[in-house]
């Protein structure tokens, strides 16, 4: 896989400790594929919480993609204390999946030209103005 030019990646993933962010699409496939020239990603990564974790911020995660060669990216964390779960979204933009999944109140706001389909979730109410935000 090192001669790889292009990269699409969707991926939904548990994890232990930390959430997939900039540093680990760095290390672990950047750098790995040298000759990858375009790399578009839609990853959510979800963790249990146990007793007083901290969690990363959106700020923290997205602070990880400072220098990343590709793309805009876009991130954002959610933290569902009655569910005991933290899940983080990355993904490049322009978003090319047809597909957006999980759609809370903190979604940013963007042009998904190709999503045709989505699901919303969240502990606190959507109100008028979240849905006047994602019809755009």
Request: hydrophobic share 35%; net charge negative; glycine share 4%.
């Amino acid at each position: 896989m090192s001669n790889l030019e292009e990269l699409g990646l969707c991926l939904t993933v548990y994890v232990d400790k930390t959430f997939i962010d900039g540093n680990h699409l760095k290390t672990k496939i950047i750098k790995q594929m040298p000759r990858l020239n375009q790399f578009t990603f839609f990853i959510r990564s979800f963790i249990d919480i146990c007793n007083e974790m901290s969690f990363p911020s959106t700020e923290d995660i997205q602070q990880t993609f400072i220098d990343f060669p590709f793309n805009k990216i876009i991130s954002y964390v959610d933290n569902f204390g009655d569910r005991k779960r933290s899940q983080c979204y990355i993904y490049s933009y322009p978003f090319l999946t047809r597909y957006y999944t999980g759609i809370t109140n903190n979604f940013p706001d963007g042009l998904f030209e190709h999503v045709r389909a989505v699901s919303l979730f969240d502990e606190q109410p959507f109100e008028h103005d979240f849905f006047l935000r994602i019809q755009r």
